[in-house]
């Protein structure tokens, strides 16, 4: 147990009323998570306000406030009495104090192992396996925190967001040491570095995939520039920063970082740069080789596919040797590694390719179309749906992306909430609709996956898009399970196939 101004030591607070010394129990920023002897940190978000719980929280039994705003009419709906005991402190921002005040509340775990934060548009869960994968071939117990969950080195736990608010981050990570983890590799979102979920954590290595125009506008991001702010302030809280030098945005991605920098690249000069690069395609498999110069000269193979593929592992071997780890495991690992709902395979057949992956707005899709064609396939089949309750543009977009790059599209259901997935689908027609593509439309998503199995044609290359890693699927806001690697063995089931 730690006192309140133990907690708050590295931040800027004004004593409202009692005493900072006050020992406290626990630490929240949920009002309905609040125990006997609580310290509550009130938020104010882009739906809620905190400090309207407070009267709650206080009932509930929170010995501690800090607050960002005045007070005085929620202390007026609390009992007297209540209030005598009562310690209220003000903070600049409540985010940033409950970060630090994590932090020191679960004594800096991130001060006890190997941290490797990754940033970035694209790339960031890919990065994090194939980290994962080296340091666990390198004997290392590794944790890691992104966008399919938190996984504490023993235990695996669902989360809502790519990074979780900074108790949480905190909490996990603790988890980890106490499990044995010597590293923890975590996705950074701009959200995140934006709302403060990693403040008082400075990371052994960052890394800086790319960027693209996502998540502008509403309560994200106001403009491009806000977003590449947000993004550029992981390597203000870091030692090391490992940078994608091909990427327009490097040079403001560096402008006001404080650590050193280390970069890759696949056309410009840089620390580590990938040559001779090709594509591979064997039976089920699609992959990447290429030659790597500069700090290391050396042939890997990575069994993922497109140039996007060797970016990654790119920025994999460039933070992996600088931790010290061997190539011949770095090479072991880049060979095995398969990521979750991230270019999938699904091996039914030698005939075709069957693959995953969790591309949901056109500027993924482009990408992932792009680099399908490298492999000549006989054909492009591209399954896929957009999110209801979602902005209509997206819909427009992914159709006219398909439309241009695939030569089959199979419009059907995605989450599609609260929306009937035939207004949906016919959002999608309309941008479909601006291009030659040929589709059909199968609304049902498990009838849409067994038409492309009954009808993939020898040489074809067919893509299940845009659930990826997610199990559920979200209709009438309702989630019931849905797994396509589940679907997919059952339509094998109830057809009677076998592994040609």
């Known amino acids: 147990m730690k006192k309140l101004s133990e907690l708050l030591k590295d931040v800027t607070y004004e004593i409202i009323q009692g005493d900072p010394e006050v020992p406290v129990q626990d630490l929240t920023n949920d009002s309905r998570q609040i125990k006997e002897g609580s310290a509550f940190f009130c938020f104010i978000g882009a739906q809620s306000d905190g400090h309207k ?3 709650g929280a206080i009932k509930a039994g929170a010995k501690a406030l800090v607050v960002q705003r005045e007070i005085s009419e929620e202390l007026k709906e609390t009992d007297p009495a209540l209030l005598q005991d009562l310690t209220i402190v ?3 921002d409540t985010r940033s104090a409950l970060a630090y005040a994590s932090a020191e509340f ?5 001060k006890k192992m190997l941290t490797i934060a990754i940033t970035g548009t694209k790339g960031k869960t890919s990065i994090t396996s194939m980290i994962q994968m080296i340091l666990s071939k390198a004997g290392k117990k590794v944790g890691t925190i992104g966008t399919v969950g938190a996984f504490t080195g023993d235990e695996f736990i669902k989360t809502e967001t790519t990074t979780p608010e900074s108790l949480d981050v905190e909490r996990f990570m603790d988890q980890m040491v106490k499990n044995g983890c010597d590293a923890c590799v975590m996705e950074v979102s701009s959200q ?3 709302l403060h979920r990693v403040s008082g954590i400075v990371f052994d290595y960052g890394l800086f995939t790319n960027l693209s125009p996502d998540h502008i506008g509403g309560a994200e ?23 994608n030098a091909d990427d327009e945005h490097f040079p403001e991605m560096t402008k006001d970082c404080t650590c050193d920098i280390t970069t890759f690249s696949c056309h410009k000069d840089s620390a580590l740069k990938a040559t001779e690069i090709r594509y591979l395609r064997e039976a089920g498999f699609l992959g990447m080789s290429f030659r790597t110069e500069g700090s290391l000269e050396e042939i890997f193979k990575v069994s993922a596919p497109g140039e996007f593929s060797v970016y990654n592992a ?9 931790a010290g780890i061997d190539t011949a495991i770095i090479k072991e690992a880049l060979m095995e590694v398969h990521v979750r709902g991230r270019m999938e395979p699904v091996h039914i057949s030698p005939r075709f390719t069957l693959l995953i992956d969790y591309a949901h707005n056109a500027v993924a899709v482009e990408s992932i179309l792009k680099a399908m064609r490298k492999y000549e396939p006989k054909r492009i089949v591209s399954l896929f749906g957009c999110g209801g309750n979602r902005s209509k543009l997206r ?17 059907t259901e995605d ?7 035939n207004d949906i689908i016919a959002d999608i027609e309309i941008g479909i609709g601006k291009t030659d593509g040929e589709y059909i439309v199968i609304p049902d998503r498990k009838e849409a996956i067994r038409y492309s199995i009954e009808h993939a044609k020898d040489g074809d290359i067919i893509l299940l898009l845009g659930k990826g890693h997610e199990d559920y699927q979200d209709k009438g806001g309702v989630k019931r399970p849905f797994d396509e690697r589940v679907i997919i063995k059952e339509i094998l089931d109830e057809i009677g196939w076998k592994y040609e």
Request: charged share 25%.
């Open 314 to 322: 790119l920025s994999a071997i460039s933070v992996c040797l600088a």
């Open 395 to 411: 819909r427009y977009e992914m159709g006219e992306m398909n439309g241009l790059y695939v030569d089959l599209s199979i419009l």
């Open 221 to 243: 991001h106001k403009d491009m520039a806000d977003y590449i702010h947000c993004k550029s302030l992981l390597f203000r809280q870091c030692r090391h920063g490992h940078f």
């Open 106 to 110: 679960f004594d800096h775990p991130a």
């Open 192 to 194: 995140a570095l934006m």
């Open 415 to 421: 989450n599609s909430r609260m929306e009937d997935v």
């Open 90 to 92: 003000k903070a600049e």
């Open 53 to 55: 719980f407070i009267p």
